[in-house]
């Protein structure tokens, strides 16, 4: 009786059992078909093109957050261009760069672009110049078809490069420097400034050390040949090819305008010495004149000095009357002949009372 009950329990249940397993069933295969549908056309691509990417992995990278089509279309790339795991180019190591925020379909074209002009470039270098900030495309296209640098650069808003003979004429230069983008300095290495102060510098030293303007007019390859003599693209991320002289034009003379400014200076120090000078005797015939009236004023204290001893000469009887008649007839006699002479006025004593 009971074995009876338990069956026809479990007989009820049977029916929940299997809808619960039907629905399981289209649940899965519901899922089943949205990855499908999500990643079926990137693994067939993939398996097509033998890729070598599995729809596992296509499942992984959502999870991983990779952008799945990035990561198979270079991957596809790289392999119809003849390159390979082998080369570096792993389903992890593209995943790798593209989690860490690198430029991979750059990356792969320029792997593909120095395979195919013969560069050797590994996918760990380029991978690195990339992550460095550098256009690593545009570097092995450069490294490929060199690139020419202005010198100086337009923007900066020079127009020439100017630098000035040992005669003192300024000469204004411009130059193309045609360089070549070195890989293996690239990741550390100087760019476009660094070449065109250097050549800027080099040119403006080259004019500097020439006799005359006339003999770089004369041959303006003489200043690439010692400008390449000094190794500029030292410490760069390129290779200095050539650099071309465009145009040479003359300018001010220089030598002139500073020997003009130097002979005005002196000229200026010269009246100032003068000015000094001449102020310095306007000071010192001041003073003497000053010390000529202290003078007249001792000789009036003295003169005034002269009746007060006459006077006490007389009270003393040391100076009698005819001594003093005498001494008046001298000093009238005297002035008489000063008036005469023309050689002063005569002066008028004051008699003592």
Not at 69 to 87: F, P
Not at 213 to 226: A, F, G, M, N, Y
Not at 259 to 269: G, K, M, S
Not at 302 to 315: G, H, K, L, T
Request: charged fraction near 25%; charge should be neutral.
């Amino acid at each position: 009786m009971t074995t009876t009950l338990f069956a026809q329990q479990n007989a009820s249940h049977w029916p929940t059992i299997a809808l619960i397993f039907v629905i399981g069933l289209a649940g899965v295969a519901i899922i089943m078909s949205i990855f499908l549908a999500k990643y079926a056309h990137l693994w067939i691509q993939a398996k097509m093109t033998a890729a070598n990417i599995r729809i596992l992995e296509l499942i992984r990278m959502t999870f991983c957050k990779v952008n799945p089509n990035i990561i198979v279309r270079s991957k596809i790339m790289a392999y119809q261009a003849g390159l390979s795991d082998k080369d570096g180019l792993t389903t992890r190591a593209l995943e790798a760069h593209y989690l860490a925020g690198g430029n991979v379909p750059n990356v792969v074209r320029a792997l593909i672009a120095a395979n195919r002009a013969d560069i050797p470039l590994s996918y760990k270098r380029a991978a690195a110049i990339d992550l460095a900030g550098r256009n690593v495309l545009e570097a092995v296209q450069t490294s490929v078809n060199p690139k020419v640098i202005p010198c100086p650069d337009p923007s900066s808003g020079r127009q020439s490069i100017d630098g000035v003979a040992k005669n003192g004429i300024q000469l204004k230069v411009k130059a193309k420097v045609t360089v070549r983008t070195n890989l293996d300095r690239l990741v550390g290495g100087a760019t476009d400034e660094t070449i065109i102060a250097r050549v800027g510098e080099g040119i403006v030293n080259a004019i500097g050390s020439a006799d005359t303007h006339e003999q770089v007019l004369e041959k303006p390859d003489t200043i690439s040949k010692r400008v390449l003599e000094k190794g500029l693209d030292a410490g760069t991320a390129y290779e200095i090819l050539s650099i071309d002289i465009a145009d040479v034009d003359v300018g001010d003379n220089i030598g002139a305008n500073l020997q003009a400014l130097q002979a005005e200076a002196d000229t200026r120090v010269a009246r100032a010495k003068a000015e000094e000078r001449r102020a310095f005797a306007v000071a010192k015939e001041q003073e003497m004149q000053a010390q000529v009236q202290e003078n007249r004023a001792k000789v009036v204290e003295a003169e005034a000095e002269v009746p007060m001893a006459i006077a006490d000469a007389f009270r003393k009887g040391h100076l009698g009357i005819l001594d003093y008649y005498h001494l008046r007839n001298v000093q009238a006699d005297t002035e008489m002949r000063n008036a005469i002479a023309g050689t002063g006025n005569a002066r008028r004593e004051n008699s003592p009372s």
